[in-house]
């Protein structure tokens, strides 16, 4: 334990450095690292809500949108299961949660009645006295669908706030139809508003060959949906039939055609081939691309498009594309949503506690470095010296992963103080015992780090164990103490086992002492 190698001497030297460049960015002014490169310095701790203030949403989910767009569902589901068995609808009609018909053919009812069984819309299904069937969707396929929607809200609105997941977001499910949204250091609530309550819905229709004219009436199976303003308020007649939606789509980018700002996208494989047989089917007729229940773009399918995926052209600003593409790629909400509460956090309350955690942690960090000294002397000073690393390394990382530092992970620091001299405590009061029992300092110092290495790593292993389970169940602030607690395990196991013993091993080979002093 004694012979340290140079390998092991650099990696703890650089390790320190990078700890103290990738800190300094939360000491400094902001303006020294304002043009540092990717990869580089520069990265500051984001403070949660309750450091530097937010916005705190509370939203409605209206599930009983999504409840009745089962039954729309379930008759255009209906209309072409109909239609690919060569007969005609007769008095078909949505009844609340359910849909009545009659077939011109009644020898096929049967057969069309064991193909509804046999899909996924989870229905009970009746023969009618007069005639016909009563195909009704059941208590359990509604609940489950319910819990879909929210479950998939909660997905999506954490996609659309956070798409790369860096942030420590709050968004959790309260009672049965509402969400709790909070936002650390919103700076725009309005914009966040807005980017929560647009639905995001796309879906692909064929466009009726008449063109819409007003006063006319509708086709049967049909939508009339207006335009965008960049449609020129024209109107379409749209299939009710959703031909291809956009679940499908595994990704979309804003992009740039003709200098236009244009949105690529691409379906995934299911979505690809599905799309390939709507525009084979339909080669010359229009394809609407509707969003939110309006029409973006409307083009003529000249040929069959096979490839997967194709482009969004409008009157977009390259703004609305980016916003657009972010919208398509975190997916359509699956109902609409609704503001009951909201509340911005202002800064004042976090200036108050990020001021009341800093005494605390300078208070405990002053006050483990005297006791360290009191009790060990200089090797208690160069423990104090590894507290400083652990400290600087903690920030560093915290930096780079851009964790989110909220009021309990201040209190996860603070007790990391005390952990990271801990594990010296343990190996000290062996490097006193091994002297007390007469070895050598070098003996004395070998035995010590050896017999306690076992105890170090069990301690800590079963608090961090704690701590990754406080991460993975918790949410909120609860997280944000178990990042820091985690990260403060790791940095003094390290400190505590290499840099203390680096610096040790130094003054030792350096000193040459007969005695230790602790």
């Not at 005639?131 to 809200?153: F, H, P, S």
């Not at 909201?342 to 108050?352: H, I, K, N, S, Y």
């Amino acid at each position: 334990m004694i012979n340290i190698s140079i390998f092991q001497r650099v990696t703890v030297a650089v390790i320190c450095i990078l700890g103290v460049l990738y800190s300094l960015p939360n000491i400094l002014p902001k303006n020294i690292f304002q043009s540092s490169p990717e990869g580089l310095p520069g990265k500051t701790i984001n403070l949660g809500l309750d450091l530097q203030g937010g916005l705190h949403l509370l939203m409605k989910v209206e599930t009983d949108v999504a409840v009745e767009e089962m039954v729309g569902n379930l008759e255009g589901a209906i209309r072409q299961i109909i239609r690919d068995e060569k007969v005609f609808p007769k008095g078909l009609k949505s009844v609340g949660m359910a849909i009545e018909f009659d077939v011109s053919d009644n020898s096929k009812l049967e057969q069309i009645r064991e193909v509804i069984y046999q899909s996924e819309f989870g229905t009970d299904i009746d023969y009618l006295e007069a005639g016909g069937l009563r195909v009704e969707i059941n208590k359990e396929a509604i609940v489950k669908r319910r819990t879909d929607v929210i479950q998939q809200a909660l997905k999506i609105i954490r996609l659309r706030l956070d798409p790369d997941g860096t942030k420590e977001l709050t968004v959790q499910q309260q009672g049965i139809d509402r969400i709790l949204v909070q936002v650390p250091g919103a700076d725009d609530p309005e914009e966040i508003k807005r980017l929560l309550s647009t639905t995001a819905k796309l879906t692909f229709h064929i466009v009726h060959p008449q063109v819409f004219q007003r006063g006319q009436r509708k086709p049967a199976g049909y939508l009339d949906l207006p335009g965008t303003k960049s449609e020129g308020g024209q109107r379409y007649w749209v299939r009710r039939l959703i031909d291809v939606g956009g679940d499908r789509l595994v990704d979309a980018q804003p992009s740039f055609e003709q200098n236009r700002p244009v949105i690529s996208f691409r379906f995934d494989t299911a979505g690809a081939q599905k799309f390939g047989r709507v525009t084979t089917r339909n080669v010359g007729r229009l394809l609407a691309i509707v969003l939110d229940n309006e029409v973006i773009s409307a083009p003529r399918v000249n040929e069959p498009i096979t490839g997967g995926s194709g482009i969004i052209t409008g009157q977009f600003t390259v703004e609305e594309t980016q916003e657009l593409a972010l919208l398509l790629r975190a997916g359509a909400l699956p109902a609409p949503m609704s503001f009951l509460e909201e509340r911005t956090v202002g800064p004042g309350l976090g200036a108050d506690s990020v001021e009341a955690g800093k005494y605390a942690s300078l208070l405990g960090l002053v006050l483990v470095v005297i006791f360290m000294v009191v009790v060990y002397g200089r090797f208690g000073l160069i423990a104090d010296v590894a507290l400083l690393f652990n400290i600087t390394i903690i920030f560093a990382l915290l930096s780079v992963l851009q964790a989110t530092l909220t009021l309990p992970g201040i209190a996860g620091i603070v007790l990391t103080m005390g952990m990271a001299v801990d594990a010296n405590v343990l190996i000290f009061e062996r490097i006193r015992e091994e002297t007390l029992g007469g070895r050598s300092p070098i003996n004395a110092i070998e035995a010590g780090y050896r017999r306690a290495l076992t105890t170090i790593i069990d301690s800590n292993l079963t608090t961090l164990i704690a701590a990754v389970l406080l991460f993975a169940f918790g949410s909120g602030p609860i997280k944000g103490f178990a990042v820091t607690l985690s990260i403060g395990i790791l940095t003094s196991m390290f400190t505590a086992i290499m840099v203390t013993r680096l610096l040790i091993v130094f003054w030792v080979k350096r000193s040459r002492p007969q005695t230790l002093p602790i």
